[in-house]
């Protein structure tokens, strides 16, 4: 009866460090997804940017050429 009472407490342990190990993967997945999220930001940002300073620049051209016409 000791033996039994024994294997239960370790399988009961055992229960215990999966469910630890499990909660740990799911914070390891959330944490992946929200660099993933960020780094998508980042790269819609940068490309926002990137698409605006061309616009600038196309303005700036613009402006060269008004002044150059006018004086």
């Known amino acids: 009866m ?3 009472s024994v294997q239960c407490r370790e399988v009961i ?3 215990m460090k999966v469910g630890e190990a499990n909660a740990l993967l799911k ?3 959330v944490a992946l997804d929200t660099a993933q999220l960020g780094k998508q930001n980042a790269e819609t940002e940068a490309a926002l940017a990137k698409e605006m300073a ?3 620049k196309l303005e700036v051209k613009e ?3 008004m002044v150059s016409i006018l004086v």
């Open 63 to 65: 402006i060269e050429l």
């Open 2 to 4: 000791l033996k039994f």
């Open 54 to 56: 061309k616009a600038l």
């Open 13 to 15: 342990d055992n229960m």
């Open 27 to 29: 914070q390891m997945e």
